[in-house]
Nanobody, 125 residues
Framework: QVQLVESGGGLVQSGGSLRLSCVAS????????VGWFRQFPGMEREFVAG????????NYADSVKGRFAISRDDAKGTVYLQMHSLKPEDTAVYYC??????????????????WGQGTQVTVSS
């Protein structure tokens, strides 16, 4: 069983930065892509960023390109989401998730099966 725990969320002013961490316990992220999603109140979760199983490729939602960066450290069983130039519209609960199948890099929520509990990011104007 895989358990994912996010941390690093909080309150930050517009233009500020945060780094989210996602730590895996049990079975690790090895050979699996990992994604970050976010959910606005009353909305479905949306894809934010994903990183391939070996870290060679990343992809981002258009709304965060150039501001967010996803990275992984498999030795630590951790995936990061570095967020810069935060905007009030980035306010959401952020979730990390592990891909359902090895060696794939899905974008859609259906491609992920293990999810963390989420961490709140609030950006004040």
């Amino acid at each position: 069983q895989v358990q994912l725990v996010e941390s690093g969320g909080g309150l930050v002013q517009s233009g500020g930065s945060l780094r989210l961490s996602c730590v895996a316990s049990g079975r690790t992220f090895t050979s699996y892509a990992v994604g970050w999603f976010r959910q606005f109140p009353g909305m479905e979760r949306e894809f934010v960023a994903g990183i391939s199983w070996n870290g060679d490729s990343t992809n981002y939602a258009d709304s965060v390109k150039g501001r967010f960066a996803i990275s992984r450290d498999d030795a630590k069983g951790t995936v990061y989401l570095q967020m810069h130039s935060l905007k009030p519209e980035d306010t959401a609960v952020y979730y990390c998730a592990r891909a359902r199948r090895i060696l794939t890099t899905p974008i859609g929520e259906a491609g992920y099966d293990y999810w963390g509990q989420g961490t709140q990011v609030t950006v004040s104007s």
